[in-house]
Structures are given as C-alpha cells and as structure tokens.
C-alpha cells in the first residue's frame, strides 16, 4: 500500500494555465506538505497543514493555493503558471507538526511549462 | 536564516568503498538533524535521524554524525554496494520545518 501518493505524476502544459496537484496519505499522520525541487535539487517547503488548518506558508505566490479537505488530503492548485513553476513538487505527511517525527514523501509530480 | 551545504555534489566509488558524505549548516541552534536517500524519480526516504542532544546514530552499515556547535554532519557509509547508488540529502530540523541541502549524488560502480 503507497503511504503517501500524489498525482499526476507529471504535469505538462503550456503558460498561464491553471492545473491542480492531489495528494493523499494513508498513515492516519495530522500533517501535510508540499516541498517544490527546483533544477539544482534545492528541496524548500512551500506550505504545511495540521489537522486541516495552515501552519507554514513560506512567501508563495498568491497563484499557488492549498487546499485541505480534510486531514488525509492536501491539493496544490496553481494559477496562470509560469515558467519559473517548473520543477518536482513534492507532498509529505508527519504524524504532528513536530520536526521530530520523520516525514513520509510520495513520489513527486514533475511540472514542466511550455 | 540557515542554509545548508553538501560536499561533494556528486561522488564515484567503486564497490567495497567506505565513504563520508558531508553537510554543514549555519545556524547551530537546531533540533535535529536528518539524513535522507532520493532514487531517481522517487521521493525521499529517511534513513537517519539525529537529535540535537546526540552526537551520532547507526543503522546497519550506515552510520550519522552530528557536531552542532561547528555546524556540521557526516553520513558514513561503510563497504559500499552499487544498491546503494543514489542522491543523499540532509536536512536541518528548526522547530516545524526543515531546511535541506541540495544532495549528494553517489554513484557506486560494480
């Protein structure tokens, strides 16, 4: 059983779009990222969720939106993508919001932008 | 705000090998300090955790170092196999996120 899964796995499309990156996790964890690899591998968080409710939001731009539905589900919508939004986005899940539980990755959705 | 280095960016080894893998970090004031493994197409997997308190921690032939107060960790690897081929990350627990390096890549030949 995948414990942390994400689609699409990869995402190619043209600029200004909008498209939408699901994730879901079956470890019963209270809390969720998305983590954006750029080219050189540099792996930086972008948002976190605990029990539904956001905790991290590291200057993202107003065009990425996450949504929560519940505490299982973390969604990364992104409008009128750019080019400079190509990269791995990556999702993870930790039992609480503590640094000191390990994280879960899924597998990543490569995003390229024609 | 800490940044976190690794060298090499990308390593060669034949098998057999013992390695060290390198990472440092800026600010010392941390809680913990991970060691990851990403495949090619893959996510990351945790492999070592070490807390601040620590000084290093093993798991099979891998073995984590931590010395804070220069800001530094090693990821030993002991008799390298071609498995074991893949990009290695750390990264540096502050409170509720974690900053990580940009990786080292091994590449462990037959």
């Known amino acids: 059983d995948t414990a942390v899964s994400q689609t699409p796995k990869y995402l190619v499309t043209q600029m200004g779009n909008d498209k939408s990156i699901k994730c879901e996790q079956n470890?019963?964890?209270?809390?969720m990222y998305w983590y954006k690899q750029d080219s050189k591998k540099f792996l930086k968080i972008m948002f976190s969720y605990n029990n539904k409710e956001l905790i991290i939001n590291e200057t993202v731009p107003n065009r990425f939106s996450p949504k929560s539905p519940d505490k299982a589900h973390l969604n990364l919508h992104i409008n009128s993508l750019e080019l400079g939004d190509s990269a791995v986005y990556f999702c993870?899940?930790?039992?609480?919001?503590?640094?000191?539980?390990?994280?879960?990755f899924g597998d990543g959705t490569r995003l390229s932008i024609l | 705000k800490q940044e976190v280095t690794q060298i090499p960016a990308a390593l060669s080894v034949p098998e057999g090998e013992n390695l060290v893998l390198n990472c440092s970090f800026t600010d010392s004031a941390i809680y913990n300090l991970q060691w990851f493994r990403q495949d090619p197409g893959k996510g990351l997997t945790s492999l070592l955790l070490?807390?601040?308190?620590?000084r290093e921690q093993t798991s099979g032939r891998l073995n984590a170092s931590l010395d804070k107060s220069s800001g530094r960790s090693t990821l030993y690897i002991a008799a390298s196999q071609p498995g074991d081929s893949a990009t290695y990350l750390c990264a540096v627990g502050n409170f509720n996120k974690f900053y990580f390096g940009s990786g080292t890549k091994l590449n462990v030949k037959p």
């Open positions: 070490i807390q601040s308190s620590q």
């Open positions: 993870a899940s930790s039992q609480d919001i503590s640094v000191n539980q390990p994280q879960h």
């Open positions: 470890l019963g964890h209270d809390t």
